[in-house]
């Protein structure tokens, strides 16, 4: 029934549908996992690194998290040329606000700029959805530190832990059962990666194979993100019990 009305993004199927909306979102449970967890002190952001070859060079630049303003970040799922090109994007609104109103840009407001784009490629002919999904975890004066999911159709929602990509459903789930309200950064950290290592498809979990963010408050009052180094991770991994500790050295 779905071959005659998924030819276009623009019609709606006679259930109210539309399909290629919803297979730009199955693309998204093929790329790597990402899961945000906002704790009372920061967001934890966690991303699956895909390592397809072992000839391949690994990035300098990080493959799942990017910054977006000092206050924003964000991880990604999906069509990493797709998810570039929104990037620039919200990071060209974010500066137009700080040079129009000398302030930074609230949160919600940046992520429902964004999801404006991405909706208005759903509603017009000769355009496909964006295939990506996105964790953006900031902090902004109104309402403190926020984690917002956001998907191909252009809807966004507040979140207190969230899990895009692959096998997100089975991370969500244990995100549900797991989260408490007043978890610590360090607590949110240790959620993260637990839950990442259940479902990744890999067996062992590395330092290679993933990356780790956070978003904090300095005692200054300014936002401070921070990418984890491959070496402080590895030790996390370990002090966590999600790997041991001498696979790579073996």
């Known amino acids: 029934m779905s071959r005659r009305y998924d030819s276009r993004t623009t019609i709606f199927s006679p259930e109210g549908r539309l399909y290629q909306v919803e297979y730009a979102m199955e693309a998204i ?4 996992s990402a899961i945000g967890v906002l704790s009372k002190d920061g967001v934890v952001l966690v991303g699956e690194k895909k390592v397809t070859s072992k000839l391949l060079q690994t990035s300098t630049s990080t ?14 799922a999906g069509i990493m040329s797709d998810a570039n090109i929104l990037i620039n994007t919200a990071r060209v609104q974010a500066q137009r606000y700080t040079y129009a109103y000398q302030e930074p840009m609230p949160v919600e407001q940046l992520v429902q700029s964004l999801c404006d784009t991405k909706q208005g490629y759903t509603q017009f ?19 403190g530190f926020q984690l917002y999911m956001s998907d191909p159709s252009g809807n966004y929602g507040g979140w207190k832990a969230a899990a895009i990509g692959a096998n997100n459903q089975a991370a969500q789930s244990m995100l549900k059962q797991d989260y408490k309200d007043d978890i610590t950064r360090e607590e949110a950290v240790q959620l993260a990666l637990k839950i990442l290592s259940k479902t990744m498809d890999s067996t062992s979990l590395t330092s290679d194979k993933l990356e780790l963010a956070e978003i904090s408050l300095l005692p200054s009052g300014k936002v401070k993100y921070q990418v984890c180094a491959p070496e402080a991770l590895s030790k996390l991994l370990v002090k966590f019990g999600v790997t041991q500790s001498s696979p790579e050295t073996s």
Do not use: Q, T
């Not at 449970?29 to 790597?32: E, F, I, K, L």
């Open 29 to 32: 449970g093929n790329a790597g």
């Open 125 to 143: 002919g000769g355009l496909r959805p964006f295939g990506v999904s996105f964790l953006f975890a900031g902090w902004d004066k109104n309402f």
């Open 63 to 76: 493959e799942k998290m990017y910054k977006i303003d000092d206050h924003v970040a964000c991880a990604v």
